[in-house]
Structures are given as C-alpha cells and as structure tokens.
C-alpha cells in the first residue's frame, strides 16, 4: 500500500515521502480500515509519539496522521461493534502508525459508524477537532447557558466548531483571530470578535470561559480574564500562570465512540459544519504540512476518492 512516511526526526516537513509499505497488520480489537480521507496536525513532528511505540521504543519509519474517514476491510480477533464494509471514522493512537496512508490498523474503540449520506472529507475534518471543542467546553470547561467564553483561534480548525458548539448550548461567544478571520467568526455566530494583532485583548473584560489554540503570551494575557469560579482550559501547553480564584485546565483529547457519533448526526442534521479550508491528493502531503500552505480551518488528504 502506499503511505506517507517519516524517518528522519531532524529532516522537518521535507522528512516527509510517498512510499510503499506492507499491509498493516489488525491485532486483537483492531480493525483495518481503507482511508478514504485524512487529517492531521500540523505540529505532529515534534510529538514524541510521532517516533516512538508505548514502550518508547523507535518506530520509525512511521506514518503520521491521527484522523480518517474511511470503510473497515477486515476484523482483528475479539473485535465487536463494527462490521466489514462498514463506514467509520474516528482518531487512529497517537503511538501507532497513523491515517495518511491507504490503509491503517485501529483499535475499534476508536471509530464510531459514519452514515452513508455524509461525506469523508466533512468527518474526517471532525475527530481531533470536533473532540477537543467538545472535551474543552463543556467536560473541562463546564460551559453552560447564559455564560461568556472567549475562543482562541475562532475560524480554526477547533475554533470554527468550538463556537458552533458554545452558540447552540446558549452561551455568548466572542471570538479572536486574525484580521482576515474576522468575516468567517462573524459566520459562524460570535457575538464579538477581536483582531489579535490591532486590538487589546484585556479590553473584553472577565468571561467565564476561556478556550485557548494559540499558547505563549495569548495564553498568559488570558488568565486575567477569568472571573472568580470560571476556568482557563488550553491545549496548547501546560499552564504556568494560574487566574486568582479560578479553574487553570491544559489537556489532550480523549477518543469517545460516543460523542463522534453524536457530532457526525450534528453534522449530518446542519447543526454543526467543520470548515475545511482545502482538500489536497496525498501525495501532496508535505507541502499541506507546510506553514505557508496553510488555510482557515482543516486541510484534508484525500487518499481515494468515492465510497
């Protein structure tokens, strides 16, 4: 089969090559599934999961990619809940050959079922995004009607979803970003927006919420924003600096069989849409990696087309 693979740990984006490898092996509770769309995150070279096993062992050369779209091929032993021929997406393990390839091995608590009437580029652009909104906002974040979230990154890739998700719940949204992003938030229902660059952060008073993508000094400024009994949630780094009588949360996403399904029948029903900013052929691949390739929301590798 072929895949995008990387060998060398020094070698960046250009690391990145179209190869032939065997076809993946399906161990107990996997499932072989031929990707038919993929996503991936940008920074991923640099996770030590990227270049090594559970054990920490080297695993290289190794594919990355963490979400797919695509119809399982074949069972491992012991595996339930899912079926040859179905159609699935979901978050392939962070220490595991990944989704930029035809096929891939993933554990079947993974994957959640994708209905025949959604497309594979849309749910691909889902997993690691739609999750991370969700997990921040509302298990972190503990958001709730009639309160205030700023969200970082608001025409990103999580950002994008993470105000669709506060603007159904109730909650009033103001969204940062770009200058060029500030159309796109608008669109998708922030009731303000801050250009990070041309306005002052500190001039949107205390929110209840923080949901922060961008880490650094963004983050640091965001803790004085937090009022008393609200939370500060990231994924972008630890946090250093905590809000005086608040919440400080940093995590990474958790896979949910059963929230992927919940977010695919959004999908399906135009509750929710991710914005998938370009759809690009693998073997393209590296240059998707690149930062000055980069467009708002996800970008999606197609690796087959139909289905």
Do not use: C
Request: net charge negative; proline share 5%; aromatic share 4%.
């Amino acid at each position: 089969m072929r895949a995008i693979t990387v060998q060398d740990r020094d070698a960046g984006i250009s690391g990145l090559t179209l190869n032939d490898l065997p076809h993946p092996h399906a161990a107990e509770n996997d499932v072989i599934v031929r990707v038919h769309a993929a996503g991936f995150t940008p920074g991923e070279l640099a996770w030590p999961g990227t270049w090594t096993d559970r054990a920490g062992r080297d695993r290289t050369p190794s594919v990355p990619g963490h979400e797919l779209s695509g119809v399982v091929t074949e069972l491992g032993y012991g595996t339930t809940g899912l079926t040859v021929g179905q159609r699935v997406f979901g978050l392939t393990d962070w220490t595991r050959n990944g989704s930029l390839a035809e096929y891939t091995a993933v554990e079947a608590r993974n994957l959640a079922p994708l209905p025949a009437d959604v497309d594979h580029a849309a749910a691909a652009a889902l997993p690691i995004s739609g999750l991370t909104a969700w997990q921040g906002l509302f298990d972190h974040g503990r958001l709730t009607t009639g309160r205030t979230v700023l969200i970082h990154g608001a025409a990103g890739g999580v950002g994008s979803l993470a105000v669709q998700l506060a603007r159904e719940t109730g909650a009033r949204v103001i969204g940062t970003g770009r200058a060029a992003d500030r159309e796109t938030a608008l669109g998708l229902g922030v009731h303000a927006f801050l250009d990070l660059r041309a306005d002052r952060l500190e001039d949107i008073g205390e929110v209840d919420v923080v949901f922060d993508v961008i880490g650094g000094e963004i983050l640091e400024r965001s803790t004085a924003l937090v009022r008393a009994g609200g939370t500060l949630v990231t994924i972008a780094q630890p946090v250093t600096t905590h809000p005086a009588d608040a919440r400080a949360v940093f995590f990474v996403v958790e896979p949910d069989r059963v929230r992927l399904a919940d977010l695919a029948q959004r999908l399906r029903d135009g509750r929710l849409k991710p914005i998938v900013g370009a759809i690009r052929p693998l073997q393209e691949t590296a240059a998707a990696f690149a930062p000055d390739k980069r467009t708002p929301g996800k970008t999606i590798i197609q690796v087959i087309e139909g289905g």
